[in-house]
């Protein structure tokens, strides 16, 4: 967990996501707290831990330091059609994620935080972080991350589908992208490989990005190829949930009420 919380603090100062200050006159700054995750791979096994700074934005008040509020998620709907259609022309589903994607907000409003316990910059002690950008936990984090992301894509030749504002579309003479966004997770698809290496050389040029090659694994759903298409299935959740509740030794019984999402040509 040490490595995590170090990997997260250095993101966080290489982002510049804020500025050390005397707190003014009247101002209390807000408090903050450490979670822990960890990100799961295709077979259930654990991919690595991660460490958030996440600042009490609970204590946030509206019409003051916040005031709209959303998350950006495709839906499910536009999921489907999407691997339908890679299915149908035999294309790839490729997988990206943003490292601290909240982190690149903008932020315009006044707001301070204390410095992290164990990180406080030598001969600083007393200041404390005035956000210049935004950070986990803010009410207003995920909006102004939907923002930054929309800009990018727009200035690059995409479109925001008609239908849902959280897939981005590129048609070109040389082919097509289609990119469906999942907060900080995404799944590209294209007409070629090209198309899709412009896409993702794009996106590590704006953003800090992972590169997942091939999904297999999108919001808890196991991609599955077959010779006939892909097929959909939390078959990794199930089993999670069976040890969770000790019951990992229950019979097996058939039922016709469950079918994995299958995609076939």
Same mark, same amino acid.
């Given at each position: ?19 050390? @200050?005397? #707190?003014? #006159? ?9 979670? $822990? ?16 700074? *996440? ?17 950006? *998620? ?7 059609? @999407? ?8 294309? /790839? ?16 409003? /006044? ?5 992290? /316990? ?30 930054? $992301?929309?800009? @990018?894509? #727009?200035?690059?030749? $995409? ?23 999942? @907060? ?22 704006? $953003? ?5 090659? #091939? ?15 892909? *097929? ?5 959740? *199930? ?27």
């Amino acid at each position: 967990m040490k490595e995590a919380i170090k990997n997260e603090i250095d993101s966080i100062l290489h982002n510049q996501t804020w500025e050390l @200050v005397a #707190l003014p #006159l009247g101002c209390k700054p807000l408090g903050y707290r450490w979670i $822990f995750k960890r990100n799961m791979k295709a077979d259930g096994s654990i991919d690595k831990y991660k460490a958030m700074l *996440v600042i009490k934005g609970f204590r946030q008040n509206e019409g003051l330091d916040y005031f709209d509020t959303y998350l950006s *998620v495709t839906r499910i709907t536009s999921t489907r059609l @999407v691997l339908a259609t890679t299915t149908l022309r035999n294309l /790839e589903v490729h997988q990206m994620d943003v490292k601290t994607a909240f982190l690149n907000g903008d932020l315009e409003e /006044e707001i301070y935080m204390e410095q992290p /316990e164990g990180f406080s910059a030598p001969g600083q002690e007393g200041k404390v972080c005035k956000l210049v950008k935004s950070l986990y936990g803010l009410k207003q984090a995920p909006k102004l991350w939907h923002q930054k $992301f929309d800009q @990018v894509m #727009l200035n690059n030749g $995409f479109k925001i589908n008609e239908c849902d504002k959280y897939v981005y579309v590129n048609n070109t003479k040389r082919g097509y992208v289609i990119l469906c966004l999942y @907060v900080d997770d995404m799944l590209i698809i294209g007409s070629g490989d090209q198309m899709i290496k412009s896409t993702k050389d794009m996106l590590k040029a704006r $953003f800090d990005m992972k590169d997942m090659g #091939l999904a297999d694994v999108i919001l808890g759903v196991k991609i599955n190829r077959t010779q006939n298409g892909l *097929v959909l299935s939390q078959s990794h959740y *199930v089993d999670k949930i069976l040890e969770k509740f000790n019951a990992g030794d229950t019979s097996v019984s058939n039922s016709s009420r469950y079918h994995p999402t299958s995609f076939e040509k």
